[in-house]
């Protein structure tokens, strides 16, 4: 498929699927910015709060039950994890934020780690920030837009556990979320609701990562 035709739903939505078939490995973990990984690929990268199933949506995108790792302790994972996506992309997840038992100093450090890792990451494409849809967003989400307004980097939100509220609830949330994005000049006009328990909005996050790999 030639980059830049017209592609339809279709077809965006079949090549995200076969993209994400195809293998991806888990690169390293880096805990400071001199272990983070040179890279030639387009890259994506995972944020969220701790606890806001980044690990499962990670799963669920590439079809693995242990690629990345799930743990029901929030604040577990303090690394910068990478995983490479068969040499096309690179999939980055970033330790979760607002952990209440986290130090003022542990707070700070990832604050810093996160915004240099931004700074200095030309091959970036877009940050996932992934929002619970049970909590909507939240002081600390909107704080993460602000920072990432300021580094210039785009972002798009991406709404999980999904399968836990009622039609006419998360309609509400993501009508909430959706007017608070629109006042970040560097988020992504589209939403996407997901579960990784039912699958819902996989096909659509994969097309749309998929087109990033192209650019």
């Known amino acids: 498929m030639r980059t830049g035709a017209p592609v339809s739903p279709e077809e ?6 076969l993209l994400f078939a195809k293998p991806c490995e888990f690169v390293l973990g880096a805990a400071r910015l001199d272990q983070i990984p040179e890279s030639r690929l387009p890259e994506v990268a995972f944020a969220g709060r701790s606890n806001v199933g980044k690990s499962s949506l990670v799963n669920a995108l590439t079809g693995r039950k242990t ?5 029901n302790t929030p604040g577990r994972t303090r690394e910068i994890n990478f995983f490479r996506l068969d040499d096309t992309l690179m999939l980055t997840d970033l330790p979760g934020y607002g952990f209440a038992r986290a130090s003022k100093a542990q707070s700070e450090q990832w604050a ?5 890792y931004l700074r200095g990451r030309p091959t970036l494409r877009r940050v996932i920030l992934l929002i619970d849809s049970r909590r909507g967003l939240l002081k600390n989400d909107v704080e993460v837009m602000t920072l990432l307004d300021r580094a210039a980097v785009s972002y798009q939100l991406v709404l999980t556990k999904t399968d836990k ?6 309609a ?3 009508a909430r979320v959706d007017a608070e994005s629109r006042t970040h000049g560097a988020a992504h006009p589209h939403i996407i609701a997901t579960s990784a328990v039912e699958g819902a909005g996989i096909p659509e996050l994969r097309a749309e990562l998929a087109a990033l790999a192209d650019t």
């Open 112 to 116: 810093g780690l996160i915004f240099e």
């Open 67 to 71: 690629l990345a790792r799930v743990s």
């Open 172 to 174: 509400a949330i993501a």
């Open 12 to 17: 965006a939505a079949e090549k995200g699927r």
């Open 165 to 170: 509220l009622k039609p006419n609830e998360l």
